[in-house]
Each structure stands twice: as structure tokens, then as C-alpha cells.
């Protein structure tokens, strides 16, 4: 089973709906990310959570919302979504230990989103 | 603030051909450096990290990267590739102190091996 696991895989939905897209995970970290993936863009960060108590924006967070659930569960949000929120979503986990800025990250396969 | 600059979008090579996938980057405090990998339909799985020490990386899948700190640069070098090989190619920068390891991606580099 993968460390790291998001559902759907898949999502095709229109303009104005709310989509969630869920992220679990069994490597036992503290920390969680949320990244949108664009077409020559790279990956950029869109929300992270230290803990169940602690969420952060990230550089893309308008139009987005968050909810860690638990340790393993962080959830993202689009509450109305729009056809330029259409992207590739990764979640991420990484350790919180000593050297934690060194650790890697850990992604997800991936959530393809369209928003017609 | 960081930043990271992938010099080739696109890189076409043959197979058992070397390879090199530039990276430049720029911060005003000192990073720790990435690649990642990512083969299609997947997410992003980890190549090789310089943290500190020798400036020469031996990651997984005979990759390699050098940290030159006076051309801010992390080229990932492999000497004979394969198609198993074609994927898109990330590099990554983390400041090395504050709260959280904030991860900077470059825009990557889609390497495509021909046979």
C-alpha cells in the first residue's frame, strides 16, 4: 500500500462546486503539504500543517481551505471552484525530527482536477 | 527569498548517452539542494539531497549531482542512460534554517531518452 495516499485520482467537475481532495498517510509525520502542479511552473505550495493545530498558508493559498483532520488525514478544499484552479494536486508529508529542514519530502500520486 | 531557475525545459537523448540537467539558484541564505524525480502518473520520489560535506551527490539510479557554491549551481549528470530514464526532473532548494523545510521547486526539466 502506498505511504502516502489521495483521492480521488481523478476529477472532473464544473465551475462553482465544492471539491475536496483527500490526503492520508502512514509514515507517521507531523508535517503535511499541499501542492498545485502547472504545465512548466513546478510545483507550488498551496497550504502546510506542522499538526492537528497548526496550518499555514502557503503562496497560493486565495481560493483554497484546509482541514487537518488528524495526523494522518489533510484535507484541501476548493469551495467554488473555478476553471483556472484545473491542475495536477500533490499532498507531501515529511518528518518534524532534529534536521527537519533537511528531510525529504514524501508526494502522493496525484489528484487530476478539471474544472469545466 | 529563494528561487530556482531549470535552464532546459526539454531534453532529448539517446539511450546509453550521458546526460546533464542544469540548475541554477539563487538565495541570500544557505539552502539544502534536491532532485526529484517524477515518471508519469506518479508523484515526486526523491533523486538525491546535498546537505553539507562533499560537494559531489551519489543518489539512486546512477544519478549524480555536483553543489558548485560559487555558480549556485546542482547539475544532475548521469553517464549512460536509459529509457526507464524518461520522466520530468525537479530541482528543489530549502533554507537551511527557520521554522519548516519550505520546499522551492524549479519548473523542471522533462528528459526523453530515444532508443
Known amino acids: 500500500d502506498a505511504d502516502v495516499t489521495q483521492t480521488p485520482r481523478n476529477r472532473i467537475t464544473k465551475t462553482g462546486k465544492r471539491i475536496m481532495l483527500e490526503c492520508s498517510q502512514t509514515?507517521?509525520?507531523?508535517?503535511m503539504y499541499w501542492y498545485r502542479q502547472d504545465p512548466g511552473l513546478g510545483l507550488r505550495l498551496i497550504y502546510y500543517s506542522f499538526d492537528v493545530k497548526d496550518i499555514n498558508k502557503g503562496e497560493i493559498s486565495d481560493g483554497y481551505s484546509v482541514s487537518r483532520q488528524a495526523q494522518a488525514k489533510f484535507s484541501l478544499s476548493l469551495e467554488s471552484a473555478i476553471p483556472n484552479q484545473t491542475a495536477l494536486y500533490f499532498c507531501?508529508?515529511?518528518?518534524?525530527?532534529?534536521?527537519?529542514?533537511?528531510?525529504?519530502?514524501?508526494f502522493g500520486d496525484g489528484t487530476r482536477l478539471s474544472i469545466l | 527569498a529563494q528561487s530556482v531557475t531549470q535552464l532546459d525545459s526539454q531534453v532529448p537523448v539517446f539511450e546509453e548517452a550521458p546526460v546533464e540537467l542544469r540548475c541554477n539558484y539563487s538565495s541570500s541564505v544557505s539552502v539544502y539542494l534536491f532532485w526529484y524525480v517524477q515518471y508519469p502518473n506518479q508523484g515526486l520520489q526523491l533523486l538525491l539531497k546535498?546537505?553539507?560535506?562533499?560537494?559531489l551527490v551519489k543518489g539512486i539510479n546512477g544519478f549524480e549531482a555536483e553543489f558548485n557554491k560559487s555558480q549556485t549551481s546542482f547539475h544532475l549528470r548521469k553517464p549512460s542512460v536509459h529509457i526507464s530514464d524518461t520522466a520530468e526532473y525537479f530541482c528543489a532548494v530549502s533554507p537551511n534554517s527557520g521554522g519548516y523545510n519550505k520546499l522551492i521547486f524549479g519548473a523542471g526539466t522533462r528528459l526523453a531518452v530515444h532508443p
Open positions: 509514515k507517521g509525520h507531523d508535517r
Open positions: 546535498y546537505l553539507s560535506g562533499s560537494t
Open positions: 507531501a508529508t515529511s518528518d518534524s525530527g532534529t534536521g527537519s529542514n533537511n528531510q525529504p519530502q514524501h
